[in-house]
C-alpha cells in the first residue's frame, strides 16, 4: 500500500482513502481482508461466551469428556468373549491393582496401542492411570479427562537371521517377581526400567518378552511392530509405570502392590516353570491322592485338614482337584498383563 494514498487507522476503520475522507466524510470505511475478519470473527466470539456463554460449544464438550473418559474401559470391556487368551478388566481377579492392555495387531484403528490401568485398592473400581501427556498435547482434553489410551508401542516381528524374534505373545500374564526379572535403568542394550513377563515355554525356556523403554532413536518407530518381541515405549512412559509397579513413587501402598496372587504355572524346578495357562485361568489347588481319601472320608486323624495344607506334598504324588474351589498363589505383583489382537 502506498504511503501517499491511504492513511493507517484503528481496526475499527482498517483503510480509508484521503479521497473518500474528504468528499464524503460521513461514508463508512470499507470493511475487508482476511486480517480483519479473523479480528472481527474473534471478537464476535468473545462477545458470545461473555454474554451467552457458548452454550452449544459447552454441551458439545461436555459430550466429548463424557465419550472420551469411559472411551478406554469401553474399548477394552467390548472385546469380552472375542478370544479365549483374552480377559475384559471386568473379569480380571479382584486381587490385581494394575492391568497393562496392549493391542499388538499391525492393523486397525487401534494397533499398536497400550492401556494403563489402575483400581484404588484391591477389588475397586478400573480407571486409566497412564497417558503421555506430549503423545496428546494436540488433543484438546478437559481438565480431569483421560484419553482413550495411554501410549504408542512397539510389539514384536519377525528378523531374518534372528530366531528369537517374533510377534510379541498374546494371553494373560502375570509379572514375573523375581529379582533377577525386572530392573531400573539399562538393563541389556536398548532396554531401560525393564519389567519381564511370567512365562517359560514348554521346553522350561524363560520367555524374553518384557515392557521396557526404548532408545529415542526408535521413538519415530512406535505405533507400529518392530521390536524383537518386547513391548517397547518411551524412557519415561517406562520409568512411571515402573515406579508405580514397585511403589518408588509412594502412591500404592505395599499391600496394594505386592501381596499373594492368583499364578499361572502349575511347577517349579529350580529357576524353570512348566504347565502355564495364558487364558488367566489359574491352577486350582491339587492335593495326593492319598490326602484326598482321607478327607473325603473324614477319618479322625486328618479331620481339621484342608486341601490348602496340602500344597507342600511331594510334586510327583498323583493329584486330584481340590474340593473347596481355591487356586494356586504366588507372592508377587499384583499387577497383571493381557497382550491380545484386534
Not at 508401542?153 to 524374534?165: A, E, I, K, L
Not at 525356556?205 to 529415542?216: E, Q, W
Request: aromatic share 10%; with cysteine; hydrophobic share 35%.
Amino acid at each position: 500500500m502506498r504511503s501517499g494514498n491511504a492513511l493507517r487507522q484503528t481496526p475499527g476503520c482498517l483503510l480509508r482513502t484521503r479521497t473518500n475522507a474528504r468528499t464524503n466524510p460521513s461514508r463508512p470505511c470499507r470493511l475487508g481482508g482476511t486480517m480483519l475478519r479473523a479480528w472481527v470473527l474473534r471478537v464476535i466470539c468473545a462477545v458470545l461466551v461473555t454474554v451467552v456463554g457458548c452454550a452449544g460449544v459447552q454441551a458439545k464438550d461436555a459430550r466429548s469428556k463424557q465419550v472420551l473418559t469411559k472411551a478406554a474401559l469401553a474399548y477394552l470391556e467390548s472385546l469380552k468373549g472375542s478370544d479365549e487368551r483374552y480377559k475384559a478388566p471386568s473379569e480380571l481377579d479382584p486381587r490385581y491393582t494394575i492391568a497393562l492392555y496392549v493391542n499388538a495387531a499391525t492393523r486397525g484403528p487401534w494397533r499398536q496401542r497400550m492401556w494403563v490401568l489402575q483400581r484404588d485398592g484391591i477389588g475397586g473400581e478400573w480407571r486409566l492411570a497412564f497417558w503421555d501427556k506430549k503423545h496428546w498435547r494436540k488433543t484438546k482434553l478437559a481438565e480431569g479427562e483421560a484419553p482413550p489410551y495411554s501410549w504408542p508401542v512397539s510389539t514384536g516381528r519377525y528378523y531374518r537371521g534372528d530366531r528369537f524374534s517374533g510377534p510379541t505373545p498374546t494371553g494373560v500374564f502375570a509379572l514375573d517377581e523375581r529379582k533377577w526379572r525386572y530392573g531400573r535403568g539399562y538393563t541389556a542394550p536398548g532396554m531401560v526400567h525393564t519389567m519381564y513377563i511370567d512365562f517359560h515355554y514348554s521346553s522350561g525356556r524363560r520367555s524374553g518378552v518384557a515392557f521396557h523403554g526404548t532408545t529415542t532413536w526408535r521413538y519415530r518407530r512406535l505405533g507400529r511392530a518392530d521390536s524383537h518381541g518386547c513391548i517397547r515405549m518411551k524412557k519415561k512412559n517406562a520409568l512411571a509405570m515402573y515406579n508405580r509397579i514397585t511403589g518408588r513413587d509412594g502412591v500404592l501402598d505395599k499391600d496394594d502392590r505386592w501381596g499373594e496372587v492368583p499364578r499361572y504355572w502349575k511347577e517349579q524346578r529350580r529357576n524353570k516353570r512348566w504347565g502355564y495357562t495364558r487364558d488367566g485361568t489359574p491352577h486350582p489347588v491339587e492335593a495326593p491322592v492319598e490326602v484326598a481319601e482321607l478327607l473325603a472320608e473324614d477319618k479322625p486323624p486328618l479331620a481339621g485338614l484342608t486341601t490348602a495344607a496340602a500344597v507342600d506334598a511331594p510334586p510327583n504324588g498323583i493329584a486330584q482337584p481340590s474340593s473347596n474351589g481355591s487356586v494356586l498363589t504366588k507372592a508377587g505383583f499384583r499387577t497383571i498383563a493381557v497382550i491380545f489382537k484386534d
